[in-house]
């Protein structure tokens, strides 16, 4: 069964610091990645996904990630973070072939911006 | 306008209470999901409908069931309430065409059972 880990749990940072937060899977046929964001009491949203071409995508609020492939990585990265990007973020992974449109999501990565 | 759009918002009730949670999505799309997020913030696809017909169907109790009258609508049906089931529950819908389709989330549906 493919599943999907993020090792950072809780993250907390200053404002203006630089964001890293990893995703790894474990299928190793063709995924589609994403990442969404939920912010405090909302509902998830899409920040960015990756399915083919380009393995550096750019998302919404000054956010990308990098697909490398032979570390079955998707890590999330923004330069510098505001107190607004306080949120949960999920990492996801779906397989376009054979997976029954099933997306499965990681724990979840708290992040906390401090002012 | 709401794209996914869930009700009630909020659902308070005792334990062996049958509820329902209804999800409408105006975006058009063909495929809809019913995902539970845990206190720990952990989320895990529930069922997946796609044209009014059930495709996912994870390990749930059968006191949970889905109905799809029509593509635009998945229902949440929970018999037997138990205290387990408190939960955030979310809606989801997409437009699968073969890969990569972005899924959107209704605002969720928080229930807590006592």
């Known amino acids: 069964a493919q599943s999907v880990s993020q090792h950072n749990h809780h993250v907390i940072l200053s404002e203006a610091a630089s964001l890293e937060l990893g995703c790894n899977y474990s299928?190793?046929?063709?995924?589609?990645l994403f990442w969404y964001v939920q912010y405090p009491g909302q509902h998830l949203q899409l920040l960015l996904k990756?399915?083919?071409?380009?393995?550096l995508v750019k998302g919404i609020k000054g956010f990308e990630a990098e697909f490398i492939k032979s570390k079955f990585s998707f890590n999330l990265r923004k330069p510098s973070v505001q107190w607004s990007d306080t949120a949960e973020y999920f990492c996801a992974v779906k397989r376009p072939h054979g997976g029954g449109n099933k997306i499965t999501f990681g724990t979840g990565t708290q992040l906390k911006v401090e002012l | 306008d709401t794209a996914v759009s869930q009700t009630p918002k909020y659902l308070v009730t005792q334990m062996g209470n049958d509820k329902s949670i209804k999800c409408e999505q105006n975006?058009?799309?063909?495929?809809m999901y019913w995902y539970k997020q845990d206190s720990k913030k952990f989320l895990k696809i529930m069922f997946s409908?796609?044209?009014?017909?059930?495709?996912i169907n994870e390990t749930v109790p059968n006191r949970f069931s889905p109905k799809s009258p029509d593509k635009a609508h998945l229902n949440l049906h929970i018999n037997s309430l138990e205290l387990g089931d408190s939960a955030v529950y979310f809606c989801?819908?997409?437009?699968?065409?073969?890969?990569?389709?972005?899924?959107?989330f209704g605002p969720g549906t928080r229930l807590l059972v006592l």
């Open positions: 990756y399915f083919s071409g380009d393995p």
């Open positions: 989801a819908s997409s437009q699968e065409q073969g890969g990569g389709e972005t899924q959107y």
């Open positions: 409908y796609n044209n009014k017909e059930l495709i």
């Open positions: 299928y190793g046929g063709t995924v589609n």
């Open positions: 975006l058009g799309h063909d495929t």
